[in-house]
C-alpha cells in the first residue's frame, strides 16, 4: 500500500512540474528523452549550440541532415515524434543572455545542467539560488560520470567547493626542457602557432634572432615580399628546432642532470629534394575548408604515428598552405582543435621537437586530443547519467531532501558497485555565493587599477558579468545596457584609475561591495594593502582570500575557452569498514567512497596532460563537463542529518 501510495505521489509530481534543461548536447539527448518517456509534460530546453557531424555517433536525436541547425529546436521536434502530447519550449539561445533572469527561473520546479563550461554553470548555480529553484549538476568523461543536487539552505552549492584550472607550465619548460609530450604541444600550440599566425602585437617567448644576426632587432619569423614560401618554411623549420637548441645546449649548466637535445635541421629529416616533392596537387583546396597538408601529402590515416620525416613534410606543407590558402588570416588566427590544418602544424611542429628532446611521437589523433583537450564521450555513459539526473529531480520535485544523493559512475567497479552514491554536503560556511561571506583582497592600491580588480578578480574569478562596484555609498562602477552615454564616461575614467585615486579612495582596510544585478548576487570585498608580489607565483599582483578558488588540478576539454596556457580545499570520519554490497540500500561508508576515489585518481588521463583526485574533463564536444572535486580526505563538511 505504501509502495503504491508513493508511486502515485511520484506520479503526480512529474505531472506537476515545469523543468528547465539547459543542454542539449550528449546528455541532454538522454536526459530529453527520459524525461519525456517518465512522464514529465512541460520541459524547457536551453541550449545556444548547433549541430555538428561530429555530434552524430551518441546524440542520437540529431541526423546527417540536421547539421547546421539548433539543437534545442531539434530535439524539440525530434521527442515529439514519439511523445506527441507533450509541451517542449525550445531556446536557441545563451543561458547567459539578459531575459534569462530569475524572473524567468523562478516559473520551474526544478533545473537541470548538462552545460560544458564553468563560467555558464556557475551562472546557472546563482540564479537558481536567486530564485530558489533545486538544481540538478551533471556531467560524463568517458566512462566517468557524475550527478549532484544542489538546494538552497539544504545541501552545498555548486561553487562551494574549489573548482579546477587548467594546469599551467613554467614558461622554461615549455620554452628549454620540456619532458612531456603535452609540453611539445604547447609550445607548437601556444608559441610557433601564435608566432607565425596570430597577434603580431602579442608577447611571445620564441627567440626571434638568427644566427647570423643575433644583435639584430630584425624578427626572423618576418617574411620578406620576395622570399620564396619553400625558402621561408625552411628556414623557419631550421630556426626552431636547429639553432634554438643549439643556443639551448650552450647553457652547460642546463644538462648536468638531463638528456641533452638533439638539434634538428632540415637537411637531416628529409633528404636532398624531397621538400619539393611535396604534394603539389591543389585542385583538392579549392575550398579553403578543405586545405589539409595530409591529403596534399597523401597521408590518410590520422592514427598512424608519423615518421621523423613525414612530420617535417607536414610542417613545411602546412605552413605553406596557410601561406597561400588563407593568408588573410594570418595575423588574427587563434588555434582550434576543429581546423584541420591547424592540427595538423600543431602535431608534426611537436612531434619535430619532441623528437629532438627524446619524447615518444604522437599521432595526430592524440595530439589532437592534447592540443584541444579532449575525452572522447561514451554514449552509454550519457544514458546512465541522464536516468539518474531523473531519479533526483523526481526525489526533488517530492520533496526527499533526506534522500537526496550525489551519485558517481566508476569505471572499475569499487565493492562490487559501478554507482557509488554519496550523501550531499551542508552548504559551506565560508562560501562567498552561498553564505555571503566576506572575501579579502591583497592588491597595492597605490598602483592597481581598478580595470585590473574587475578583469582579474570580478570577472575572473569570482564570475560576475555584469558588475556593479560601490565603496561606501559612492558608486564607482557600474556595467551594463542601460547605462546613459555620461554615465558610461565617467565609469570609462574610473577604470583607468588607480584604487587610492578613485572617487572614494579604496585604501588598506576599505570594503567593497561588489554586485552583479542579473545574477542577484551580492559579496563584500576588504581590501588589504601590500607593496609586492612575487610574479611567478602571484602573476596577477594581486591575491583573493576567502573564496573557494581554483585548484591547481588539470582541465580537459575542447570547449570554448579551455586550454593549457604555457605560463598561463578538513574532519577525520571514523568508520567502520564493512562489506555494504551485500546489504542494498545502506548508506555508503567513506572506505568506499575513498576506494571510489582512487579509483578516478588511479585512471590514465587519456590526453596525457596528468589527472588527479579534483578534476573537470570535458567530452569532444563541449556536451558535458564532469566534476569530481569532492574529496572526503580533503574536506570537513558535514553530511546532511
Not at 597538408?293 to 598552405?321: C, H, P, T, Y
Not at 595530439?367 to 531519479?391: D, E, F, W, Y
Not at 576588504?526 to 608580489?533: A, G, S, V
Request: hydrophobic share 40%.
Amino acid at each position: 500500500m505504501a509502495a503504491a501510495t508513493a508511486a502515485a505521489s511520484s506520479e503526480e509530481a512529474v505531472k506537476a512540474a515545469k523543468v528547465l534543461m539547459v543542454g542539449a548536447g550528449g546528455i541532454g539527448c538522454e536526459l530529453m528523452k527520459t524525461l519525456a518517456l517518465s512522464g514529465f509534460s512541460d520541459i524547457h530546453i536551453i541550449d545556444l549550440d548547433t549541430i555538428e557531424v561530429s555530434n552524430l555517433n551518441r546524440q542520437f536525436l540529431f541526423r546527417q541532415s540536421h547539421v547546421g541547425q539548433s539543437k534545442a529546436k531539434v530535439a524539440r521536434d525530434a521527442v515529439l515524434k514519439f511523445r506527441p502530447n507533450i509541451n517542449i519550449t525550445p531556446y536557441h539561445a545563451n543561458v547567459k543572455d539578459s531575459h534569462f533572469n530569475v524572473d524567468f527561473f523562478k516559473q520551474f520546479n526544478v533545473v537541470l545542467n548538462g552545460l560544458d563550461n564553468l563560467d555558464a554553470r556557475r551562472h546557472v548555480n546563482r540564479l537558481c539560488l536567486a530564485a530558489e529553484v533545486p538544481l540538478v549538476e551533471s556531467g560524463t568523461t568517458g566512462f566517468l560520470g557524475q550527478v549532484t543536487v544542489h538546494v538552497k539552505g539544504k545541501t552545498e552549492c555548486y561553487e562551494c567547493q574549489p573548482k579546477p584550472v587548467p594546469k599551467s607550465y613554467p614558461v622554461c619548460t615549455i620554452t628549454s626542457t620540456p619532458s612531456k609530450f603535452v609540453h611539445c604541444i604547447v609550445w607548437a600550440k601556444d608559441l610557433l602557432f601564435a608566432k607565425l599566425f596570430g597577434d603580431k602585437k602579442q608577447d611571445n617567448d620564441l627567440n626571434v634572432h638568427s644566427k647570423d644576426d643575433t644583435s639584430s632587432k630584425t624578427d626572423v619569423f618576418e617574411r620578406s615580399l620576395d622570399e620564396d614560401l619553400e625558402q621561408y618554411a625552411q628556414r623557419i623549420y631550421d630556426h626552431v628546432f636547429g639553432y634554438n637548441i643549439e643556443v639551448a645546449l650552450d647553457n652547460k649548466e642546463t644538462w648536468k642532470n638531463r638528456r641533452k637535445p638533439n638539434p634538428i635541421y632540415i637537411r637531416d629529416a628529409l633528404p636532398e629534394g624531397a621538400v619539393q616533392q611535396n604534394g603539389r596537387s591543389q585542385d583538392h583546396m579549392n575550398d579553403e575548408q578543405d586545405t589539409s597538408a595530409m591529403v596534399s601529402l597523401g597521408l590518410r590515416n590520422s592514427q598512424e604515428i608519423w615518421s621523423l620525416a613525414d612530420n617535417s613534410r607536414v610542417f613545411v606543407e602546412a605552413l605553406k598552405l596557410f601561406f597561400e590558402k588563407r593568408e588573410k588570416e594570418i595575423g588574427s588566427l587563434i588555434f582550434d582543435k576543429d581546423d584541420q590544418l591547424a592540427v595538423e602544424f600543431v602535431t608534426a611542429a611537436a612531434n619535430i621537437r619532441a623528437s629532438s628532446f627524446g619524447i615518444p611521437l604522437h599521432s595526430l589523433f592524440e595530439a589532437k586530443g592534447v592540443a584541444g583537450n579532449i575525452v572522447h564521450a561514451v554514449a552509454t555513459t550519457n544514458a546512465i547519467i541522464a536516468g539518474l539526473i531523473v531519479i533526483e529531480a523526481i526525489k526533488v520535485l517530492k520533496g526527499d531532501y533526506q534522500d537526496y544523493r550525489m551519485t558517481y559512475c566508476l569505471e572499475h567497479p569499487a565493492r562490487k558497485m559501478l554507482l557509488m552514491p554519496v550523501e550531499p554536503f551542508e552548504p559551506s560556511k565560508s562560501c562567498y555565493v552561498c553564505s555571503e561571506t566576506p572575501l579579502v583582497l591583497e592588491v597595492n592600491t597605490k598602483t592597481t587599477k581598478l580595470r585590473e580588480v574587475i578583469e582579474k578578480v570580478i570577472k575572473s574569478k569570482l564570475g560576475m558579468n555584469l558588475p556593479l562596484i560601490m565603496v561606501g555609498a559612492t558608486l564607482v562602477f557600474e556595467d551594463g545596457e542601460d547605462l546613459e552615454e555620461d554615465e558610461i564616461a565617467n565609469y570609462a575614467l574610473n577604470l583607468e584609475k588607480v584604487l587610492a585615486e578613485l572617487p572614494a579612495p579604496v585604501l588598506n582596510g576599505t570594503t567593497l561591495m561588489v554586485e552583479d544585478l542579473h545574477q542577484e548576487l551580492k559579496c563584500n570585498i576588504n581590501i588589504k594593502h601590500r607593496d609586492e608580489f612575487n610574479e611567478e607565483k602571484e602573476p596577477d599582483g594581486m591575491v583573493l582570500a576567502g573564496w573557494s578558488g581554483p585548484v591547481d588540478k588539470q582541465i580537459t576539454s575542447n570547449g570554448e575557452n579551455r586550454s593549457v596556457p604555457s605560463s598561463s580545499n578538513t574532519e577525520d570520519v571514523d568508520v567502520t569498514a564493512e562489506d555494504i554490497s551485500a546489504k542494498p540500500g545502506m548508506k555508503r561508508k567513506l572506505n568506499e567512497i575513498l576506494e571510489a576515489k582512487e579509483n578516478f585518481d588511479a585512471l590514465e588521463n587519456p590526453t596525457d596532460v596528468g589527472s588527479s583526485s579534483a578534476q573537470v574533463v570535458e567530452d569532444d564536444d563541449d556536451d558535458e563537463l564532469v566534476m569530481f572535486d569532492e574529496d572526503p580526505r580533503q574536506s570537513k563538511k558535514k553530511r546532511l542529518q
